[in-house]
């Protein structure tokens, strides 16, 4: 089959892992691309002929290192700011400042609870009251 190759929507090289993720509401499947220049979200589509194709959906300033996508929230990470946005939208949801600095740490979710660590040895954690 044909490959399909596209510049990264907000520039900049791609040195983080993307998030893949289906939406339950039509089963589309979406890929995000964070990096230093900003984040991308990509939807799967088809075109005319049928063939794949990623079609950008949004994307924004201020990036981070490898997003994360748990219970329909995508959460992005960079240095003092942690970020989680609605997938489809690209709307910020809420955003906390607390953590530290950061170099390549990521978020992860486990049990519901959203964990990242930073550079001063401090790990956070974040959960629905």
Same mark, same amino acid.
């Given at each position: 089959?044909?490959?399909?190759?596209?510049?990264?929507?907000?520039?900049?090289?791609?040195?983080?892992?993307?998030?893949?993720?289906?939406?339950?509401?039509?089963?589309?499947?979406?890929?995000?691309?964070?990096?230093?220049?900003?984040?991308?979200?990509?939807?799967?589509?088809?075109?005319?002929?049928?063939?794949?194709?990623? +079609?950008?959906?949004?994307?924004?300033?201020?990036?981070?290192? !490898? %997003?994360?996508?748990? /219970? @329909? #929230? &995508? $959460?992005?990470?960079?240095?003092?700011?942690?970020?989680?946005?609605?997938?489809?939208?690209?709307?910020?949801?809420? +955003?906390?400042?607390?953590?530290?600095?950061?170099?390549?740490? !990521? %978020?992860?979710?486990? /049990? @519901? #609870? &959203? $964990?990242?660590?930073?550079?001063?040895?401090?790990?956070?954690?974040?959960?629905?009251?």
């Amino acid at each position: 089959g044909d490959l399909q190759t596209i510049p990264i929507p907000q520039g900049g090289l791609v040195l983080t892992a993307p998030a893949v993720w289906v939406n339950p509401a039509d089963q589309s499947t979406w890929a995000f691309i964070s990096n230093p220049q900003g984040i991308s979200a990509l939807q799967l589509t088809a075109n005319p002929d049928g063939t794949p194709a990623l +079609q950008v959906a949004w994307k924004q300033t201020r990036g981070g290192t !490898s %997003p994360l996508i748990a /219970n @329909g #929230v &995508l $959460y992005v990470a960079k240095s003092n700011n942690i970020r989680a946005f609605d997938p489809v939208t690209g709307k910020m949801l809420w +955003q906390n400042t607390t953590i530290g600095e950061l170099h390549w740490q !990521s %978020p992860v979710v486990v /049990n @519901g #609870v &959203l $964990y990242i660590g930073d550079n001063g040895g401090a790990l956070h954690a974040y959960a629905l009251p």
